[in-house]
């Protein structure tokens, strides 16, 4: 495969998206009732963070049960990101009613390998933030076994050419980027720019799992 059709991918995201908001928002219900807990303490924890980092206010302690909230939002990203990526890729009889995600051999293969991108693509912040976009870049074909092992798929190995991983890269981040942009550019509300934090990630996770659907549709043309 010699590249990724970006144009067709992104409206084939938005289409998407606009036939399943319907189930996108059902699968979201388990989710988010699990993020609640971290949600509500999140205004204070952003309080606490400015002090710490900026020296803004005063230090104050974190919040009680805040380990177990975070451990609760991390386990409620993944539940939603498994369910997208199986909705998109295996259609809705794939997902739980209300999207509700069970420990399982599925989620623990996907735990491992989300664990390791994430500590791979946030290192590197330590060093230089500009180093991040071309970690991700980079990992962009082990990054694509999440969408597999969501779908219970086994893990693989995937060659792309640089022309695809640069393809992936503009329509998963490069849509996210620009919105971000004309967010900070108009100065919007709070209740606006975490709406539009929640349609990121759907984004992602939409445009994310249609590039692999298309690849894993290639692969197989080739094969046979």
């Known amino acids: 495969m010699n590249n990724i059709p970006i144009r067709q991918t992104i409206l084939a995201t938005l289409a998407f998206a606009f036939s399943n908001w319907q189930k996108l928002l059902e699968f979201s ?22 002090a710490q980092l900026f020296g803004v206010g005063e230090v104050q302690e974190y919040p009680r ?22 909705l998109v890729v295996s259609g809705h009889g794939s997902v739980a009613r209300l999207g509700v995600v069970f420990p399982s051999l599925r989620l623990g293969r996907f735990f491992l390998l989300f664990l390791f ?10 060093i230089s933030p500009f180093l ?21 798929a086994p893990y693989k190995k995937n060659k792309l050419r640089l022309s695809v991983q640069f393809g992936i890269l503009i329509i998963k981040l490069g ?8 967010i900070i ?12 934090m ?3 990630i759907f984004w992602m996770a939409i ?18």
Not at 65 to 86: H, K, P
Not at 207 to 218: H, T
């Open 29 to 50: 219900v388990f989710p988010f009732l699990a993020a609640i807990p971290f949600i509500t303490i999140l205004p204070e924890l952003m309080t606490i963070l400015q």
């Open 65 to 86: 049960f805040y380990e177990l909230y975070l451990i609760m939002f991390d386990y409620a990203y993944m539940a939603l990101i498994i369910n997208i990526y199986r």
């Open 117 to 126: 991108l994430s500590i791979a693509t946030q290192f590197p912040i330590i």
């Open 132 to 152: 991040v976009p071309i970690i991700y870049f980079l990992l962009i074909p082990m990054s694509l076994n999440l969408v597999g092992l969501a779908n219970d």
């Open 175 to 182: 849509v996210p980027a620009i919105l971000v942009g004309l």
């Open 185 to 196: 550019l108009f100065g919007v509300g709070e209740i606006i720019f975490w709406a539009a």
């Open 198 to 200: 929640v349609l990121i």
């Open 207 to 224: 445009s994310f799992a249609l590039c692999y659907k298309v690849i894993m549709a290639n692969n197989s043309a080739q094969i046979r």
